[in-house]
């Protein structure tokens, strides 16, 4: 991990900003009961598995040749599957963009929005690669802050305020939110898109857990005819259950998805990784058909750590946010070795727990027990 300097080593210099710093590294363990990447628990039956693969051997009889590059297909697929989810109008596929994860779509549209003397704005505490997307672009990235724990929540005021402060090109707003689970208002994000619109700004409704939002809220797809300056990303590695086969995507005015086609580079989306997509869309009922589950699990230990006395972030997500009684890292440590890996973001003094299995949370519930006793 040490980076060697510059005068003990011939070795060529990185750029500011890269030089010393770490890579994203949420730690990835053999442990019993992960949860701490937010990821779905459920993998593929045997008979999708199967069917994924057959898929991938179709594709591969052609891996001499390019994929499409376009992925018309794919983006066509996945704007019939919104459609359904949010009840929203299918948008055409051109209105649909699609990439390696969400990461990818959301650093496509810095590369392409953000830059030298551009400002980027997000709300704390946020999911830790937006500050990573902008340094890649070079957009300086500013900050406001979300309303106090344990609600966090985000005002039509706090919002308007840090747009007419900062005058930002691109406003990230993340609903429901990374580590927080806080869901957004649609009129927050109403007020968001008219206060960039004289100034031409982008809005990005970051969607990666929108599936496991509480019934009645409503998805910012909703409101993408009336705001043609508001882009929205969601991924298939969530909910989806599908984090290991890389691919996020957006929904926006097709000249917001054009302008991405300048700066994504040629063929980025493998023929594999289409084609994979492709099937676990056919197949959708079935992975997604643990959202339930996961929402219900997700409510049950809301209640448990109330009653324990935890504070507790009302969340939408897949994860729920709560707040130790000793030092977090000292409980983050207990629970890794009882073999429960969470992880410590969030403001000092919270935990982030992902919802498992009905045994993984379990697991989770009885080494919270002597790793943050009451
Ligand atoms: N946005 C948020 C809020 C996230 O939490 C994550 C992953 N943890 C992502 C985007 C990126 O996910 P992916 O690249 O797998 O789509």
Redesign the pocket.
């Known amino acids: 991990n040490s980076a060697p300097t510059l005068e003990s080593s011939a070795l060529p210099a990185p750029r500011d900003g890269i030089a010393g710093a770490a890579p994203y590294g949420a730690p990835q363990l053999e442990v019993a009961h992960a949860l701490n ?2 990821e779905n628990p459920y993998g593929p039956s045997a008979e999708l598995a199967a069917a994924i693969g057959r898929a991938a051997a179709d594709a591969a009889v052609g891996l001499n040749r390019y994929p499409d590059r376009e992925a018309l297909a794919l983006r066509a697929e996945l704007g019939a599957y919104l459609a359904a989810e949010s009840g929203i109008e299918a948008p055409e596929a051109h209105s649909v963009w699609a990439a390696n ?4 779509v ?1 650093h496509q549209l810095l590369l392409a929005y953000g830059g030298p003397g551009r400002t980027a704005l997000g709300f704390t505490p946020h ?1 830790s ?1 937006y500050p990573e997307y902008a340094r890649d672009t070079y957009t300086d990235w500013v900050t406001a802050e979300r309303g106090p724990a344990p609600e966090f929540t985000l005002s039509v005021e706090a919002v308007t305020a840090a747009i007419a402060e900062h005058s930002p090109s691109i406003v990230v707003l ?1 609903s429901p939110n ?1 580590p927080t689970g806080t869901a957004l208002d649609l009129e927050v994000v109403e007020a968001a898109a008219a206060a960039l619109a004289p100034t031409r700004g982008l809005l990005v409704v ?1 969607e ?2 929108g599936e496991f939002r509480r019934d009645g809220v409503p998805s910012a797809l909703t409101l993408l005819g009336a705001h043609p300056n508001l882009v929205v990303s969601r ?1 298939m ?1 969530k909910a989806f259950a599908l ?1 290991g086969a ?1 691919l ?1 995507y957006l929904v926006a005015d097709p000249a917001i998805v054009d302008t991405v086609r300048v700066v994504r580079l040629p063929y980025h989306l493998s023929a594999v990784t289409q084609a994979v997509a492709l099937t676990a869309l056919a197949h959708r009922e079935e992975l997604l058909g643990k959202v339930a589950l996961l929402r219900s699990e997700r409510d049950a230990l809301d209640r448990h750590l109330r009653e324990r006395g935890h504070d507790v972030a009302p969340s939408d997500a897949n994860f729920i946010l709560f707040r130790s009684f000793t030092d977090r890292d000292a409980v983050f440590e207990a629970l890794l070795a009882r073999g429960v890996l969470i992880r410590a973001v969030g403001p000092a003094g919270w935990l982030r727990v992902s919802l498992g299995t009905p045994e993984d949370n379990a697991a989770f519930r009885t080494a919270l027990e002597e790793a943050d006793p009451r």
């Open positions: 990447v937010n994860g969400s990461n990818e959301m999911y690669m993340t990374n970051d990666a857990y991924t590695s984090a890389r996020g």
